[in-house]
Each structure stands twice: as C-alpha cells, then as structure tokens.
C-alpha cells in the first residue's frame, strides 16, 4: 500500500525547516508547475538534505519521492483555493511559534537564531506564516476529501478474518483508567483581588493605557500574551461558552468588556475587529490563586470519596458522576479518553507522569491514594483519584482487545484508497507541467506526467 498520508506528514515536517535552515547559493529553478503554484528545484535539495541529516531511511529515489508529495500538495491546495477553504488564523499564529520555540531550543536561544538568519524574531516568524497556511490548507483540503470514511462492523470482522496475521502489528502494554478529579477552593479573598487587579486594568484603559501593553506585562495566557493578548480570527464555536458570549456582544472597535469568568480563570476582552461571525479580540486572563488550606481541605474530601468506594457505600462509577470535576469523564464513570488516539486505551509513555507514578503500584481494579497533579491544559490545580481499569499485556492485535485499532487501521486504508481515486481524477482536469529532468521519476502515481 502506498504511504501517502504519511509521507505528506513527513514533508510537511521538513519545509517547517526548509524556510528557516536554508542556505544561501542555492540557485531557484521553476522544475514543475501545478495549477497556478510552481514548484522550486531549491524546495526539494532542502528537504532532501534534511532528510539525510535526520536519518531518513528510503528505499527508492528519495528526491523524486519528495517531489512527487509536493506536487500532491501542490494539487491539494490548488484545490483547496479553488473551494474557498479558510484556515484559523490563531491556529496558524499558534503553530509558528510552536516551531520557531522548537527552533531556538535546538540552536541554543532566541539571540542565536536572530544572529544565524541576520533577522529579528519577528521577521523569522513572519517568513513562517505563510508556510504555515499553506500547509493547513492542503491537510483542511485533504480532510475534506476524507469526511466522510467510515466503515461497519462487519467490514472489521472481515478485515480482521483476511489480514495477514504476521503483517498485524505488535501492541503493547496498554492502560484503560478511570478518575475522580477535584478541583481546589478558590477562596473569596482571592477571587475579590483578582477583579480589583482587572478592574485597575480597565481604569488604566480608559485613561488611555494600551491594552496589548498590559497584556504583554499581566496576562497569565502565556500563549496570547507575547502577542498582546490578541487571539486571532475565531468562530463563536473556537471560544468557550462565557468567553464568547461576552466576545461576540462587544459592538464597537477597542471596546473593553465587563469581567468575564471562565474555567481559566477571569477576564477583560478588547474587540480588535469582527467579520460576519468570526471575530479577533485580545484579552487579559488572571488566575486566582490557591491557598494551602483549600488544598489539604481538597485532598481531605478526596480521601473521603476514595473511603466510601473502598468500603462499597458506592462505586466508583457513582463517586465520579456524584463528585467528580472533570465534565469530560464524570459522565462515563471517570472514564479516561486518550486524547491521540480518541479510545479508552493508553501507552504507558501517553499517561501524564503524575498519574504513571501511580500505576508503578497498582494491579487492576485499584485505586491509588489521592495525589495532586498540574492539568496543564487549563494551566488549574488538581487533586485526584485514578482506578485502574484493566491493564493488557502487550500481545499480537486481535478482535476482541484491539477492535477500535483494527476499525482506525480499515478507515485509513479506506481514507488512501479515496484519496488516491481523487489524485487520479484531479490528474487529468488540472494544469500540470514537469520539467524533463523529472519525468523520469518512478512516480507512484502515472498522471503527472501528459501523454
């Protein structure tokens, strides 16, 4: 089966490098055109020797492997334009600095990468963004093309029955894990200093403070505070409710919102513009803090909930809906949802390191003492219980443990097979030109080149 999912991942990894880590000298040469967006001979000697310096491991052409991928983006996004497919503009900002952090981790620090490029930060990330669009088009476009894959259980079964049993990947020790999960008392206290902090911002505004300024100086976002706290382009839907509900109501530029709680904490919202149902607003969160006694009194009331289930008064199942915090599991009985794969089942190396070092006790059905643990994402303290579901022995993929890898496993397949049909048909109604240097490429798909 041809790889072209993957290997479109792979490229897209390495032009992340390509604007960045390229060398001056190299001479531009047009080498293909696809639709209306060429395709440069420099483009594809930076990822190959990207490639080789990460170890890539190709059996065939490497170079006209990479080619041939980046005429398939190329047809995605000409595509892609061509269906007036958008793309979050946050998302993009959010994206850039991710890779441009990973860049200065890699060459030491910010200074550095400034002094290699001869360029400022901002202008480094400002070459990215457009590569960075680019990029989320082709994958928005090849999502669309893929939608609307799905398979029934018997299309498994019958997956399963005529797969090559020794082609069926090893799985390994897999965790299935429910939770209780809560979260401390803010105190009033706090909360009443917090909103004074945020009502002196809005005096200071009104006064005629910048509001990105005192982002960038008190916003506790860490993502949208370098940026004035400007959040991009968003749907209502991109927004928590009460955010939102807040955002979308300010009617005129600059127009500073009432304080404004979510579960990150509070807010004040600067309107910067609004288009239709999109809209780009900056905002300034602070976070209460946690006070010591509220977490021993949290911890407490955790080692109460954890007694009741030991001593059967209820299960764990009803502790969770009864007490639990976490909206996204307490419906489920706490049941945990590994967020890359979207299943019940997790790799030892996919559990946070608070919860791992629970398990290095546990055999299944046990429920481990209340700990604390960071929840990152909403960047709130956290006190939990975990109970351990069922633990799976690392075995060859079969039916009955492994049926959600094996449904993942035939929709992939389906989602190649369709965007293969799809590349073949856009082959033949879409301008393409190859320069004769490349025709010669052993190409996995025959259209590229016109008889």
Avoid at 282 to 308: F, M, Q, V, W, Y
Wanted: aromatic share 8%; charged share 30%.
């Amino acid at each position: 089966m041809r790889s072209t999912i993957i290997l479109s991942i792979f490229i897209i990894a390495l032009t992340s490098f390509n604007s960045l880590f390229a060398q001056d000298g190299v001479i531009d040469e047009v080498i293909a055109v696809v639709g209306d967006n060429a395709i440069l001979k420099s483009d594809i000697e930076h990822q190959y020797e990207q490639a080789l310096m990460e170890g890539a491991n190709f059996s065939g052409d490497l170079k006209c492997n990479i080619f041939e991928q980046q005429l398939i983006s190329k047809l995605l996004l000409n595509q892609a334009k061509l269906d007036s497919i958008e793309v979050n503009e946050n998302q993009v900002v959010n994206e850039v600095d991710r890779r441009v952090n990973y860049f200065i981790s890699q060459i030491g620090d910010k200074e550095k990468l400034e002094e290699y490029f001869n360029k400022s930060l901002m202008q480094i990330k400002r070459d990215q963004m457009e590569m960075v669009r680019t990029q989320m088009l082709t994958q928005s476009m090849q999502g669309e093309i893929t939608q609307d894959i799905n398979v029934t259980p018997a299309e498994i079964r019958a997956f399963y029955r005529n797969a090559d049993k020794d082609s069926l990947p090893m799985i390994p020790t897999q965790f299935e894990l429910q939770q209780i999960v809560l979260n401390p008392k803010i105190e009033q206290k706090e909360i009443d200093r917090v909103k004074t902090q945020l009502r002196d911002f809005q005096r200071q505004l009104n006064d005629g403070r910048d509001f990105a300024t005192l982002a960038v100086l008190y916003s506790e976002d860490k993502g949208s505070a370098a940026r004035g706290g400007e959040l991009g382009w968003m749907p209502r839907s991109g927004l928590v409710p009460e955010f939102a509900s807040v955002a979308f109501n300010l009617q005129d530029k600059n127009k500073v919102s009432k304080i404004v709680e979510t579960e990150y904490g509070f807010h004040i919202i600067q309107l910067i513009d609004r288009k239709g149902e999109r809209i780009n607003c900056r905002h300034i969160l602070i976070k209460p803090k946690i006070g010591e006694t509220s977490r021993k009194e949290t911890k407490a009331n955790l080692d109460t909930i954890r007694g009741l289930i030991v001593d059967k008064t209820m299960s764990f199942e009803e502790a969770a809906l009864r007490f639990s915090m976490d909206k996204d599991s307490r419906t489920s009985g706490g049941l945990m949802l590994n967020p890359e794969t979207g299943t019940a089942k997790f790799e030892l190396s996919q559990i946070p390191v608070a919860i791992n070092k629970q398990l290095q006790t546990m055999k299944a059905d046990d429920i481990s003492s209340s700990f604390y643990m960071m929840d990152e994402r909403k960047g709130k303290e956290t006190y939990r219980l975990v109970r351990l579901k069922k633990k799976t022995d690392p075995h060859k993929a079969n039916l009955r443990d492994d049926y959600q890898m094996l449904q993942a496993m035939l929709e992939n397949q389906k989602r190649q097979e369709t965007l293969d049909d799809w590349i073949k048909a856009k082959q033949t109604d879409t301008y393409i030109t190859i320069d004769k240097k490349w025709i010669n490429c052993d190409f996995n798909y025959d259209g590229w080149v016109k008889k």
